[in-house]
């Protein structure tokens, strides 16, 4: 018996929610007494796949086939069951990515396992019951599930783990196959299209956040929040009806119909704080309001504040983080 | 061709989330239900596809009690042909993936259209499993759709970027904006609503793999520190030296 952890790395990478995936594994494996084995998928480096055993993993398997860089569905999901069969695995980690939930539904069915995603804590187990603690209603409430049978797949919520680091632990990488063949590729995309991110920071796995709302008048004012974003480190967003008059693309469109994020920092700008927006953000460690309107909602969801015109507060803060040094 | 499009109930997005004294259950009184906001992407992306292909049917289905009508003939009204009901408690994402997929397999649908998510419960899971057990691709989550002949080229989304993927009937695909503009019904669709038939079939398959034992809501915030405007500079010294997260 085993846990097995699903690890997606990107151009030699680990992802970061990869390396809270791997933490959450061990620490589980470690409440079973057993071992965590992590699977890799994606564009990996032997160097970086060894590194997660400074996240608690002992062995690594890889399988280089070139067509597995890309996500597949088919393949995937018939490689991560490969090596969950071989390695015995009764639990399996994976991150709750557009990737992780895909390839987790799939194989909750092939290997009649249960699955919770969106977890955001450690389980409970006595042995017999095991209880994770998983976000619902949108970021609204959370639910604690308790998950019946043999098997067990959870899917975690990005940032709600913190990734351990134990530092000179190396895994043992093995390669692996799952003999697959063109039959399992039949759903490879015919086309990747990635987007340009400011700074390279995806907001799904950043850990500092600025958004704008309608309050930034226009998208010829996003300059504004893009340099503070770029001083921070930060990934930006922003609120639905700013990516409904295509002021900003969808994809950074954060609330209960958007991204769901939960970064260490959220700084909103001229973002009223509808329900509906305070459902995407508001597992944020630290929330940062900015709006000109003392009453505005946002406050009540707030950490900081400033009662103020973003015009002239955000160049005031991108220059005293470049003063920070 | 035949479309599927599954459709979930659930509390409106305004809804402010409570739960019975014991924590056990989500407390629905006074909460007003809606059709899952990306299930409206589904369904008018699915009769959009019908129209112009000039022919065809979009067919509704919802695991749900009875309690649900409203909602099943609000899709109706939109403009669905005909709608199925499985008369059961929508226990877990599993249960209802085989409500689904046996519903599927008997009706012959080419294209099984859904949300991207549910929002009350959240499990972005149902499409991957109604895919797996029918042995048929799922594309999740879809931004676009198109049709042409029995091929179908989607955009899904991805951290980052978007893969363009190209699929043959029979398929799943989970939908959400910018595929479509979701119509809301008119007046000829309320009345014709009325009379489009709603069939109740008895759930089958196996139970529910998990189980809900407590809810709770998130703590709540300490109240907000204000900073003046005038030295809003100050702000990311607190961030830095109190808050510690830059
Ligand atoms: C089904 C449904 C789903 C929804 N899903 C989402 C969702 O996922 N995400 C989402 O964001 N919304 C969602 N909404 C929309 C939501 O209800 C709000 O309409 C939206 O969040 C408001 O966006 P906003 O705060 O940018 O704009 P507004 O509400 O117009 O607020 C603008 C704010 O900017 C302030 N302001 C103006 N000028 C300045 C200035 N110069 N300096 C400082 N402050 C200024 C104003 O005081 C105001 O508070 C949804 C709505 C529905 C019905
Ligand atoms: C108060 C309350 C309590 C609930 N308790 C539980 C619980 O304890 N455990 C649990 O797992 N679920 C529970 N549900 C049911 C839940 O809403 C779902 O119907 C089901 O569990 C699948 O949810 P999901 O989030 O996994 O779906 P997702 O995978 O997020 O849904 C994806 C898509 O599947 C389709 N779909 C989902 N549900 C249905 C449905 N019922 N009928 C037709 N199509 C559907 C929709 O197109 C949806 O967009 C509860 C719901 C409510 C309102």
Not at chain 1, 61 to 70: C, F, M, N, S, W
Not at chain 1, 124 to 148: E, H, I, P
Not at chain 2, 147 to 171: C, D, Y
Request: one cysteine or more; proline letters at 5%; a negative charge.
């Amino acid at each position: 018996m085993s846990v097995l952890v699903v690890v997606e790395c990107d151009g030699g990478e680990v992802k970061k929610s990869s390396l809270e995936v791997a933490s959450y594994g061990s620490q589980v494996a470690q409440l079973l007494g057993t071992s965590a084995t992590a699977v890799a998928v994606g564009e990996a480096t032997e160097a970086n796949l060894a590194k997660l055993g400074e996240q608690g993993i002992t062995k690594v398997l890889y399988d280089a086939e070139p067509r597995l860089k890309d996500f597949v569905n088919g393949a995937y999901t018939k490689l991560i069951a490969a090596a969950a069969q071989q390695e015995d695995a009764k639990v399996i980690v994976l991150a709750n990515s557009n990737i992780g939930a895909a390839v987790g539904s799939r194989l909750s069915v092939r290997l009649q396992a249960s699955l919770a995603t969106n977890v955001v804590e450690l389980p409970k187990t006595d042995g017999s019951s095991f209880t994770v603690k998983r976000g619902a209603f949108s970021g609204k409430a959370f639910a604690d599930v308790t998950l019946a049978g043999e098997r067990k797949i959870i899917a975690v919520k990005k940032n709600s783990i913190e990734a351990l680091h134990e530092a000179g632990k190396t895994a043992e990488v093995v390669s692996f196959s799952a003999q697959l063949s063109d039959a399992d590729f039949a759903d490879a995309p015919k086309q990747v299209v990635m987007q340009d991110q400011a700074g390279g920071i995806l907001l799904p796995e950043a850990d500092k956040v600025v958004s704008g709302g309608r309050g930034m008048k226009g998208p010829e004012n996003w300059k504004l929040i893009e340099d503070l974003a770029q001083a921070l480190g930060a990934a930006t967003a922003c609120s639905k009806p700013v990516s409904d008059v295509d002021w900003r693309p969808h994809h950074e469109h954060v609330g209960q119909t958007g991204i769901t994020v939960s970064p260490n920092l959220y700084i909103a700008c001229g973002i009223s704080g509808a329900i509906q927006h305070l459902a995407g953000v508001n597992s944020s460690k630290v929330i940062v309001v900015i709006n000109k309107d003392p009453e505005a909602p946002f406050f009540k969801a707030a950490d900081y504040g400033i009662v103020g015109d973003v015009f002239d507060v955000l160049p005031k803060l991108t220059q005293a983080v470049k003063e920070l040094g | 061709m035949k479309f599927l499009v599954c459709i979930s109930n659930v509390p409106d997005t305004t809804t402010k989330i409570t739960f019975t004294p014991d924590n056990k259950e989500f407390n629905k009184a006074g909460v007003q239900f809606v059709i899952n906001p990306w299930d409206e992407y589904a369904l008018t992306r699915a009769i959009e596809l019908k129209e112009a292909q000039g022919g065809g049917t979009v067919t509704v289905l919802n695991v749900g009690e009875a309690d649900t009508e409203p909602n099943i003939r609000k899709a109706l009204a939109i403009g669905a042909d005909d709608a199925i009901r499985v008369n059961a408690f929508p226990k877990d994402a599993f249960f209802v993936a085989q409500q689904i997929a046996n519903i599927a397999k008997d009706g012959g649908y080419d294209v099984i259209l859904m949300g991207k998510e549910s929002i009350d419960y959240n499990g972005f899971q149902v499409h991957g499993m109604v895919g797996e057990l029918l042995g048929i691709p799922t594309v999740a989550p879809a931004m676009k759709l198109d049709m042409s002949g029995n091929t179908a080229t989607l955009e899904r989304e991805i951290e980052g970027g978007k893969e363009i993927v190209e699929v043959n009937t029979p398929f799943v695909a989970s939908c959400q904006q910018p595929m479509c503009e979701p119509r809301i019904p008119n007046m000829r669709g309320i009345m014709t609503a009325r009379t489009k038939p709603l069939k109740v079939v008895e759930p089958t398959g196996e139970g529910a793999r998990t189980e809900v034992s407590a809810y709770a809501l998130p703590p709540a915030k300490q109240g907000v520190k204000l900073i003046p405007a005038e030295s809003a500079g100050e702000l990311i010294k607190l961030l830095r030296n109190e808050a510690k997260v830059i």
